[in-house]
């Protein structure tokens, strides 16, 4: 187990951080680089997203990476970093996936509608996000042990329909269509160089999102689906590195 343990931190450290780095880096680009064209409706949800994607990269995987890397975790102490670095970790993937689904549909939508129903949908994490012993092994964790029918709705609805159901349908479609459309446009020619680039910005993420966060959710309903039954020290040692890796 210590072994595992040993790979999962040097997973997370040395994957993580050019993921943080890089995504960064990538996303204070693209701030740059369409602030001049945010009155253009697509352009103004990849501005969006990329506010957004920022705010995750520091909010989520930097602190994973302190946590899962180098041991350092304040959601085993702190209620309120209990609380909130769920709740607003959720409600960012949550909206980075909707601007993206958004500029997919190639239709402007007020933003602020999107921010404002994820971060509703989140805030019972505030309320029900406690420090509480884990009935495995005794240490105290972030979690919801107490509430179950909110548990189980999180475990069972929210996080496969939201997260990887919902977007994958609405990306897998909308991304057809697009190709399609864009098809077309080409061969009456009446496409501007700055409507292809966004359009291929968002082609080029389609896949990327598909790919990084189905593996994630059907590996995660396993885990939950198989919670209660009797499983060998390697086996748990083996599913605890693919976890982390998904």
């Known amino acids: 187990m210590s072994s595992s343990r040993q790979l999962i931190s040097s997973i997370t450290i040395y994957l993580g951080?050019?993921?943080f780095i890089c995504g960064t880096l990538g996303n204070l680009l693209n701030i740059r680089l369409?602030?001049?064209t945010r009155?253009?409706?697509?352009?103004?949800?990849?501005?969006?997203l990329s506010f957004i994607n920022?705010?995750?990269l520091v909010y989520g995987l930097f602190t994973r990476i302190l946590n899962v890397g180098f041991y350092f975790d304040w959601s085993s102490t702190n209620i309120i970093w209990c609380k909130t670095r769920t709740a607003f970790s959720q409600a960012g993937y949550y909206i980075s996936f909707t601007c993206t689904c958004l500029a997919s549909i190639d239709r402007f939508l007020a933003v602020i509608l999107t921010i404002i129903f994820w971060l509703s949908l989140s805030i019972p994490h505030l309320v029900y996000l406690e420090l509480l012993p884990s009935p495995s092994t005794g240490l105290i964790s972030c979690s919801l042990g107490r509430y179950d029918t909110f548990s189980n709705y999180v475990k069972y609805f929210s996080f496969p329909v939201y997260y990887g159901l919902l977007p994958s349908i609405i990306l897998t479609?909308?991304?057809l269509l697009t190709y399609r459309n864009t098809n077309k446009l080409q061969i009456i020619r009446q496409r501007q160089i700055f409507q292809k680039q966004l359009t291929s910005m968002m082609l080029i993420q389609i896949p990327i999102i598909l790919v990084s966060t189905v593996p994630y959710v059907i590996f995660t309903e396993y885990s939950l689906s198989t919670a209660s039954m009797t499983k060998s020290a390697n086996q748990k040692a083996i599913e605890l590195v693919i976890s982390n890796i998904v």
């Open 34 to 36: 369409l602030w001049r």
């Open 17 to 19: 951080l050019p993921i």
């Open 54 to 56: 920022c705010f995750i």
């Open 39 to 48: 009155h253009n409706p697509c352009a103004f949800l990849f501005l969006a």
């Open 173 to 175: 479609i909308t991304g």
